[in-house]
Nanobody, 125 residues
Framework: QVQLVESGGGLVQAGDSLRLSCAASGRTFSSSVMAWFRQAPGKEREFVAAIAWSGGIIKYADSVKGRFTISRDNAKNTVYLQMNSLKPEDTAVYYC??????????????????WGQGTQVTVSS
C-alpha cells in the first residue's frame, strides 16, 4: 500500500502563487510516475501535470503550461507543484497520484493506482 499526503492548498488572489507538496510512503512504495490532477465542482477529474521517477520526462496540460512547474525530490519521496500566476479557473481540489506500471507520464486518471486525499485551491479575482 502506498500512502500519499498532500499539503499546501489555500485561498489566494488571482496572480498569486502556491506550492503544493505530496509526500509518499509505504513499505512497497516504488513509483515510476507521479502526477497532479484537479477536480472542480460539477466537473470530472482533469490532468494537470506528471513527472517520471527517472529520466526527467514531464508533461503539462495546455491550460497550465508556462505557469505551473512539477518537480520531485526522490530522497524525500515528495513531488511538488509550483503554481504561479494563478487564475480563478484554477480553483479546484488538487490530487496527487502515483502510477506504478509505466515510465512515461499518462493523462488518464484510471491509469493511476494510488491517490492522495486532495487539497483545496481557491483563487479569487
Amino acid at each position: 500500500q502506498v500512502q500519499l499526503v498532500e499539503s499546501g492548498g489555500g485561498l489566494v488572489q488571482a496572480g498569486d502563487s502556491l506550492r503544493l507538496s505530496c509526500a509518499a510512503s509505504g513499505r512497497t512504495f516504488s513509483s515510476s510516475v507521479m502526477a497532479w490532477f484537479r477536480q472542480a465542482p460539477g466537473k470530472e477529474r482533469e490532468f494537470v501535470a506528471a513527472i517520471a521517477w527517472s529520466g526527467g520526462i514531464i508533461k503539462y496540460a495546455d491550460s497550465v503550461k508556462g505557469r505551473f512547474t512539477i518537480s520531485r525530490d526522490n530522497a524525500k519521496n515528495t513531488v511538488y507543484l509550483q503554481m504561479n500566476s494563478l487564475k480563478p479557473e484554477d480553483t479546484a481540489v488538487y490530487y496527487c497520484a502515483v502510477d506504478l506500471h509505466v515510465v512515461i507520464p499518462t493523462t488518464t486518471p484510471s491509469r493511476y493506482d494510488y491517490w492522495g486525499q486532495g487539497t483545496q485551491v481557491t483563487v479569487s479575482s
